[in-house]
């Protein structure tokens, strides 16, 4: 009965504000196509390679959605638990326009998206142009570049750990898992919004490690090989301008991209292990080769 109340007291109110809120729009079908978006669309397909301009992305949760906005970036839709328009959406609601706002009770919505909402709130959001490369990386020092990484939650992890250690610039090879799919996003805590990053478009390893080259940058491959150096070399730390190149899962740095590094250095292992994973390794070596 309490719940019962609550929900109808939650209608009501909805009912009261509807000249300010007149896009709130209650679901009773949910193969209604405009909600494809959070139910049915692949990430491919919410990437939409045939037309970037009109991808999308979904942001998940009102603090990582708040930070999007933060960002700049652009809301197409919402879809939120119909006690979060007067709770922890509202102000989500109010800061994005005049766009839809798909709202049904919790079982409603994990029937409509597979799983259960982290705090009851998607946002639909239009994928940012790609940045150049030098505007990118225009006054870092220290940037990350992550090649053939294809776990979300890794991309994710990585992302944070470059937000909270001081990496100014995170660029992607085309071999990566999409930093914007939904759980690297959420995984991020939403700091995928807040550190620069894009695509390295010209060639991997070569034309691009010249490009970042060209940029001032000398680069370090993160890997075990005989000619690595310790992660805490004296001449490695004090490079002024510095990109961290961190290898896929399992396989690592091609040996190619070691090649065309400038320094390879490793992190010192204990008790046997071999290697870190590479979200765990990426935090390491963010932290130890900081700018000082």
């Known amino acids: 009965m309490i719940e019962r109340l609550s929900v109808d007291r939650i209608k009501q109110n909805i009912l009261r504000r509807r000249i300010d809120l007149p896009n709130i729009i209650e679901i009773t079908n949910a193969a209604d196509p405009a909600l494809d978006v959070y139910a ?6 919410l990437r939409n390679r ?16 708040k930070i999007a906005l933060d960002a700049g ?25 005049d766009i839809p706002v798909y709202t049904g009770g919790r079982e409603v919505l994990e029937a409509l998206t597979g799983y259960k909402l982290t705090r009851g709130v998607l946002c639909a959001m239009r994928r ?24 979300s939650t890794n991309i994710g992890a990585i992302f944070r750990s470059a937000a909270a250690l001081g990496i100014d610039a995170v660029l992607v090879t085309r071999s990566c898992c999409d930093p914007l799919v939904r759980r690297a996003v959420r995984v991020s805590m939403g700091t995928v919004f807040q550190v620069p ?28 090989t005989d000619e690595s150096v310790a992660i805490d070399d004296a ?15 399992g396989d690592g740095l091609a040996a190619n991209t070691i090649a065309h590094c400038d320094y390879t250095a490793r992190i010192h292992m204990a008790r046997g292990v071999d ?13 130890q080769l900081r700018a000082r």
């Not at 001449?235 to 899962?249: F, N, T, Y």
């Open 73 to 97: 970036l652009q809301p197409v839709s919402l879809l939120m638990e119909r006690r979060h328009i007067e709770g922890d959406g509202d102000e989500i609601i109010a800061r994005s326009g």
């Open 197 to 224: 990053w894009t695509y390295i478009t010209s060639g991997w390893p070569e034309p691009g490690l010249s490009d970042i080259r060209a940029l001032g940058f000398k680069t370090v491959a993160l890997a075990l």
């Open 40 to 45: 049915r669309l692949t990430e491919p397909q």
């Open 50 to 65: 045939l037309e970037p301009d009109k991808g999308v992305f979904i942001a998940e949760s009102p603090k990582v959605i």
């Open 128 to 151: 940012p142009a790609p940045r150049p490369l030098d505007e990118v990386c225009s006054g870092a020092r220290r940037i990350a570049i992550l090649e053939g990484v294809v776990d």
């Open 275 to 287: 290697s870190l994973n590479v979200a765990a390794a990426s935090a390491v070596a963010f932290w």
């Open 235 to 249: 001449a490695l730390c004090s490079e002024p301008k510095l990109a961290l190149i961190l290898g896929a899962e």
